[in-house]
């Protein structure tokens, strides 16, 4: 075991989150799978691999950097859709491999029907419209020239898809803007359609928008962080709960982060224990270290906070979580022994640590506290 700790990816869990949504969307709504983050912490390649044998035909990525690793991993055929960053000098890459493509500047769509006549291959292109989050996305002012570029490179540019993303589905403060936002959707869609484009995919909802406003569904919806067994936020969850009679969670958590005890130390009574004087022993103590820190991505934020899984039960991390190591009470736990396993994140027998409950207590939000564990740690599939 040359790594500190191994995450486990559950394949059982995601076939579960998967029929799910599938359910929820219906037989006509592609699903996409968004990987983006290094599939939000899972591992772009074991998690591709998993949700290519549940069904997913269909990924977003973030960059061309996450397409180039996602290509050679896909072993059925597959969509590859890039929503952000994608850069000039890459186009021609991008179309030769049957890549498709967010455009929200006119120079990159001019250089895209470029590249693909150069080609002579059609380039799929989703139009992203600015409708509100003001961050990419072409402006209503922008749509003639946008449809002037179209009409020019008609030959080489197919217009796959229309798209934005909302500013916040996920929480009900939002509620305005959000519903301002699919309103401009709407409006310039409908301009779009009066000058001959209809496109195959009109596509607005990340998963909070897929769950609470069932509308933005559309043709496609773009799913991350529901595919992982996570919720948005808790007020989308208990808004789905709400509605149903069955209130336990349909998700499954696919992640389970792993490591062992590297030593034991026994500590008396009064002493200070790791970095400084921010634990001191009450009474003598029987202390596990573990060996993951926060360049392992704990956060340092859970020293004296955090809990782990050591025999089924939990144990409390006490003094300063290390670069590389962190220590945890183990006194009252039944022969702990160097090698046993620890559960920094996920089950172990019937207790375990949520990422909810990991991210309040490092103040991290799911999402971030995902895709911040480092992508040298090994991921394997389980069942
Ligand atoms: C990240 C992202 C999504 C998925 O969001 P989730 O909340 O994880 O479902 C969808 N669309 C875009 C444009 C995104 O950047």
Wanted: with cysteine; aromatic share 10%.
């Amino acid at each position: 075991m040359f790594h500190s700790s191994y995450i486990e990816i559950s394949k059982s869990a995601l076939q579960n989150n998967i029929n799910f949504l599938r359910k929820e969307i219906g037989p006509y709504v592609k699903l996409s799978s968004v990987i983006k983050g290094n599939a939000y912490g899972h591992g772009i390649e074991p998690f591709a691999a998993i949700a290519q044998e549940c069904g997913v035909d269909h990924f977003s990525v973030f960059s061309a950097d996450e397409a180039l690793r996602l290509l050679p991993t896909l072993k059925k055929p597959a969509t590859i859709m890039i929503m952000g960053y994608l850069d000039n000098p890459e186009l021609e890459w991008a179309i030769q491999n049957d890549m498709e493509f967010f455009v929200f500047e006119l120079d990159r769509l001019i250089e895209a029907g470029k590249a693909a006549k150069k080609l002579q291959k059609r380039a799929c292109v989703h139009l992203e419209l600015e409708t509100g989050m003001n961050r990419t996305g072409f402006g209503e002012n922008e749509i003639n020239n946008v449809l002037s570029v179209l009409e020019e490179h008609k030959e080489y540019l197919e217009l796959k898809g229309v798209c934005t993303h909302f500013a916040g589905a996920e929480s009900f403060q939002n509620h305005d803007r959000v519903q301002e936002q699919l309103n401009r959707y709407k409006q310039q869609l409908q301009r779009l359609q009066a000058s001959g484009y209809t496109p195959e995919q009109c596509h607005t909802a990340c998963s909070a928008a897929m769950v609470s406003y069932p509308e933005t569904r559309m043709d496609m919806v773009r799913i991350g962080i529901m595919q992982y067994g996570l919720w948005p936020s808790p007020e989308t969850y208990i808004q789905y709960i709400g509605q149903r009679e069955e209130k336990l969670d349909p998700l499954q958590r696919l992640i389970n982060w792993k490591s062992h005890v590297m030593t034991l130390k026994y500590v008396s009574q009064g002493e200070y224990i790791g970095y400084g004087t921010s634990y001191q022993a009450s009474r003598d103590m029987t202390v596990a270290i573990v060996p993951v820190g926060y360049a392992w991505g704990y956060s340092r934020t859970l020293s004296n906070h955090g809990q782990v899984l050591i025999n089924g039960v939990r144990a409390a991390v006490v003094g300063i979580v290390n670069m590389n190591v962190m220590m945890v009470q183990v006194t009252e736990i039944h022969d702990v022994r160097k090698g046993d396993e620890v559960v920094l994140l996920g089950k172990q027998g019937s207790e375990s640590i949520t990422v909810a409950s990991f991210g309040e207590l490092s103040t991290q939000l799911n999402y971030e506290l995902l895709t911040r564990l480092p992508i040298n740690i090994p991921r394997y599939v389980v069942d």
